[in-house]
Nanobody
Framework: QVQLVESGGGLVQPGGSLRLSCTASGFTLDDYPIGWFRQAPGKEREGVSCMSVRSGTLYYADSVKGRFTISRDNAKNTLYLQMNSLKPEDTAVYSC??????????????????WGKGTLVTVSS
């Protein structure tokens, strides 16, 4: 059974850091394009970052470039999103998704077939 489970969200002050995890089961993470999305209250879901097969290509949304880093640990079958210098506008539910391909247009995977339930990140003083 294919599953994606996110963890690592929480409350952090502006300027702080968090690392989100997305643990996959039922498939090998490295065999698929995979990415992070977020949805802030009252806004549409947007792509944050994605990674192509074998980590060949990485894309980031302009709003997070230089602050967020996507990576994966193949031994743990887990995707990460290291988030530094967090801002209040980063507050959102963050979800990971497996897709058909990863594109710089929107910094997201397209054709997503499996999603995690998400983890809430709140940036506030």
């Amino acid at each position: 059974q294919v599953q994606l489970v996110e963890s690592g969200g929480g409350l952090v002050q502006p300027g702080g850091s968090l690392r989100l995890s997305c643990t996959a089961s039922g498939f090998t993470l490295d065999d698929y394009p995979i990415g992070w999305f977020r949805q802030a209250p009252g806004k549409e879901r947007e792509g944050v970052s994605c990674m192509s097969v074998r980590s060949g290509t990485l894309y980031y949304a302009d709003s997070v470039k230089g602050r967020f880093t996507i990576s994966r640990d193949n031994a743990k079958n887990t995707l990460y999103l290291q988030m530094n210098s967090l801002k209040p506008e980063d507050t959102a539910v963050y979800s990971c998704a497996r897709g058909y391909y990863c594109s710089g247009s929107g910094a997201k995977v397209y054709g997503a077939d499996y999603w995690g339930k998400g983890t809430l990140v709140t940036v506030s003083s």
